[in-house]
T-cell receptor, first 118, second 110 residues
């Protein structure tokens, strides 16, 4: 079974500073990888996904993530934090689909709460 | 397009009561999922469905039942609620490898 580790349950940055949220996965086969964002009292919204087309993936709101197979990592970055980036961020990895199907179940990390200070 | 909707948004139950959470999607997706979210635990899969009339257990299925009588709806039932089921419940539907989430239902069991 897949597992996902997000280092740091809470990250605090100043507005304009670099954002780095860490995610490591365990798998012998490069999976699909995702970053989701959850704003207070809302559902999860997809930020970006890795599907093997390119190792550097660009997402919405200026975020990007780099897939590094040798490090089994998929860290999320943004060059300059904005107050509106304050939210909880979840890394997720997909299992391979059930045999004969295309159902990709997800395993989520425990989340990292990003605080942005003025 | 409403996407994925969940009913109700909030609910308070007493221990032993039953209830059903409704998830509906208008994207014609085959796959649907129920998760629970607890502080510091991320999202954990309760049950999922790969098509109308089919369901399967996820990581934490105990105490829950599901049904998928129509392709667009996925119901989550609690037959006898327990305080340990106090959580935020999210439904999702998927097209291939991307899941779309509903806004959640906040359930408190006293």
């Amino acid at each position: 079974a897949q597992s996902v580790t997000q280092l740091g349950s809470h990250v605090s940055v100043s507005e304009g500073a670099l954002v780095l949220l860490r995610c490591n996965y365990s798998s012998s086969v490069p999976p699909y990888l995702f970053w989701y964002v959850q704003y207070p009292n809302q559902g999860l919204q997809l930020l970006l996904k890795y599907t093997s087309a390119a190792t550097l993936v660009k997402g919405i709101n200026g975020f990007e993530a780099e897939f590094k197979k040798s490090e089994t990592s998929f860290h999320l970055t943004k060059p300059s934090a904005h107050m509106s980036d304050a939210a909880e961020y979840f890394c997720a990895v997909s299992d391979l689909p059930d045999s004969g199907g295309s159902n990709y179940k997800l395993t989520f990390g425990k989340g990292t709460l990003l605080t942005v200070n003025p | 397009n409403a996407g994925v909707t969940q009913t109700p948004k909030f609910r308070v139950l007493k221990t032993g009561q039953s209830m059903t959470l409704l998830c509906a999607q208008d994207m014609n997706h085959e796959y649907m999922y129920w998760y629970r979210q607890d502080p510091g635990m991320g999202l954990r899969l309760i049950h999922y469905s790969v098509g109308e009339g089919t369901t399967a257990k996820g990581e934490v299925p105990d105490g829950y039942n599901v049904s998928r009588l129509k392709k667009q709806n996925f119901l989550l039932g609690l037959e006898s609620a327990a305080p340990s089921q106090t959580s935020v419940y999210f439904c999702a539907s998927s097209r291939l490898n991307e899941q779309f989430f509903g806004p959640g239902t906040r359930l408190t069991v006293l």
